[in-house]
């Protein structure tokens, strides 16, 4: 698989999966064909519970991302953080991520925490030695409107941040 896409976001009318796909909608009429990993669809259990890293929803996430040649995480930003459902996908996860390249496109009310996905993305590269994309897309609540994303410079940032993805994936698993 290509490219996997993640939608961390819970709500399923949230500003982060219009980010997810615009990146699909992009990747798609590039030729890409990513894959789809909408949290929304799955039923994880909390990292830790009893039996949590055999459950079912949990092995199929991780085959998944173990799959990709690369990953686009579309994340909400709450507290000035990643939101907690794609920190549980990673815990749950863990080993699948181990060498991954990974890019994010993030959604936040203001603009105070756009360096919030850093602590994630030093987490996947120390502990998963993931490669992390230097291209983040960060947009607030400006950027959209009711029917959508209405800034055009968000619009082609989330382009700019896949295809940037995408290229790095590709020349780190077959380069």
């Known amino acids: ?32 064909a990513p894959g789809w990993l909408d949290l929304v669809g799955l039923d994880l259990p909390l990292c830790g519970t009893p039996a949590s890293f055999d459950h079912p929803e949990a092995l199929r996430a991780g085959a998944a991302i173990a799959a990709a040649d690369g990953i686009l995480a579309a994340t909400p930003i709450y507290n000035y953080d990643a939101n907690a459902a794609l920190k549980n996908l990673i815990e749950l996860t863990g080993s699948a991520w181990e ?4 890019g994010f496109l993030c959604a936040a009310g203001g603009d105070r925490s756009y360096m919030s996905v850093l602590a994630l993305a030093n987490s996947l590269m120390l502990d998963f030695r993931c490669v992390i994309v230097p291209r983040f897309v960060y947009a607030t ?13 968000i619009v082609r940032r ?18």
């Not at 060498?99 to 990974?102: G, R």
């Not at 989330?158 to 380069?175: D, K, P, Q, S």
């Open 1 to 32: 698989m290509p490219l996997l896409l993640i939608s961390a976001s819970l709500n399923p009318d949230s500003r982060s999966r219009l980010l997810a796909l615009e990146a699909r909608r992009v990747l798609t009429a590039d030729g890409a």
């Open 99 to 102: 060498d991954q390249v990974v």
């Open 141 to 153: 609540d400006e950027a959209f409107a009711a029917d959508g994303i209405r800034d055009p410079g």
């Open 158 to 175: 989330i382009a700019e941040c896949a295809r940037a993805t995408a290229r790095l994936a590709a020349a780190v698993r077959h380069g």
